[in-house]
């Protein structure tokens, strides 16, 4: 087997605009899972684990200290158990605008949020002075408005995945990921909705906390988008809604 190459594959949001983004012409509720396990190995209260191992455990627990009969009570769940994902909380929405810093300037200056980060005149991500997620609201160069995707948090990388397969399952098989963002650190999957705008399942972005100022920066096109994950959909930052227009 050839080595794996962890290389990030580069691919910015500008790039992507250029290869096609314009039409031619487009309590919450629980996550229905089996409960989140504990995410370090100081939380694990299976009990094969020493209380060494949840105070000396790095990861989550170690597996080289977990007998192999604790392994399903612990480090996975049964698929008998799988239930349907539900998102905890709509997380941010990404708004295509014809104006990116006009936009901007005004949820800024009239609204009060505060800019976590962008990439030139090309993308924008807004947070709340209050403590939010790294974005509430984000916009996106195009030559109108529209709406590009909605981003609904789910507790865990799991999540992501069985919420993939089970809208797969469904009939919607196309959209982006499973991948990571750059901008928000957010592990994320779009689903495709039927008017082609995006649902997107997220989980572990970035929070704003209000007291400690995010550090906003203009990073470069090959940071806008993502670390890893499969090749971006050629109509991905297409607005479909000009085609309605
Ligand atoms: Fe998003």
Redesign the pocket.
Known sequence: MPPLDFRPRWRGYARAMARGSEPQGKGPARASLPTARPKAGRGCECPRCSDADRAASPSTPAPQNHAPVCNNECRSFGRSKIQQVHPLYL??I?LFSADVDAASAFYTDFLGLRLSDKSGSVIAFLHSPHGSDH?LI?FAKSSGPGLH?S?WCVPSIDAVGLGTQQMIEAGYDRGWGIGR?VL?S?Y?RYVQDPWGSYA?Y?YDIDFVDPRAPWPAADHPDEDSLYVWGPEVPTDFVTNHELRIA
Do not use: Q, T, Y
Request: aromatic letters at 8%; charged letters at 10%.
């Open positions: 997380s941010h990404l974005h984000a995707h981003a963002h928000g957010n994320f997107e997220s």
